[in-house]
């Protein structure tokens, strides 16, 4: 997509003020706070500029969430678990047991070396200091190594769900108990991808193909979007439709020469919604009401232009402000 340099939307704004050159030290600090400021109100107008919108991306569920752990390298362990796959029972090695097989393990999110388990016993287990594992032939995962368990589930009756856990046995100088959460939550960041801003939809399995897929209802909160109602517990993926994240400009000295891209589609806008904001710091208010007029015609011929695209149609079918696009 076209962009156009920051240096260009600065130097029109300020030919547009009329300085004759360019502004003073203060001003240009002046002007590329307003130009964020138009920047963030622009990219908020829709939820699905060409440029910022990403379809149907797969991203990872996490399962669980543990917190209340204070002691024992406990910020290694107060995180979210993903379903990575079940266990093998053996080591990457093959030379020892480690687990139950054909039982869930789950990795951290955050500290990718915390795992959750069943050993031999059939007992859950928290463990850290695990390297690495391995995926097998047939799909099961083999840990480097049992790693240093943290917590071993202690009751009688041993439970297949770990948010069914009642006891717990503290080791290695942890302290507890674990606080268990069971969730389907789909966390703004992934590594290796986008940061999402806004989630738009979200289906189980690639959608805005050939053949339909499953939408699934959802709720945002501070850590992501939450899945109501998942088709199975095993899904350890979903595919996300989304709003990349915003991100302002940086740009704090030698703005004249600056080449920050800018979108072209915000071009204009910015650089009338600007000078609108200049000539209300300057008391120009009816001058000011004129311009913004200016700014708001070009900002509304970019949001038609993804109404022929029919973005507004399908990806942003169900959904149509910030406000109802998302479950709460």
Known sequence: MQTRDYKDLFRLTSSMIGTGGELSADEQTQVSNFINRRFQQAFDESPVWP?????????????YN???ITNGQHTQMNQNYKLIGLN????????????????NVYQGGSTDTTFIYKNTSNAWVIATSISSFEVGADGTISLESAGTVKFTEADTVKKDL??????????????????????????????????????NRIHRRAAFLNDSSLEYEFFVDF???????IANSTDDKAFVSYKKQFTPYTVTSDFYNSTAEVP?????????????????VQNRQQEALAEEQVAQT?????????????????INKRFSTYVNRQAR
């Open 51 to 63: 440029r910022y919108l990403v379809s149907s991306e797969k991203r990872e569920i996490y399962s």
């Open 66 to 68: 543990i917190s209340g």
């Open 88 to 103: 093998s029972g053996r080591n990457i090695a093959d030379d020892a047991d480690i687990g139950k097989s054909a039982t």
């Open 162 to 199: 770990i948010q069914d856990v009642v006891t717990w046995t503290e080791n290695d100088n942890s302290l507890g108990p674990p606080i268990i959460s069971l969730k389907n939550l789909i966390p703004y960041t992934e590594t290796g991808k986008n940061s999402i801003g806004d989630f």
């Open 223 to 229: 850590d992501g979007a939450n899945i109501l109602n």
């Open 264 to 280: 072209a589609e915000f071009f204009n806008y910015i650089a009338h919604a600007v000078y609108a904001d200049f000539l209300r």
């Open 298 to 314: 070009y900002l509304t011929l970019e949001l038609e232009k993804i109404d022929i695209l029919s973005n507004n149609n399908t």
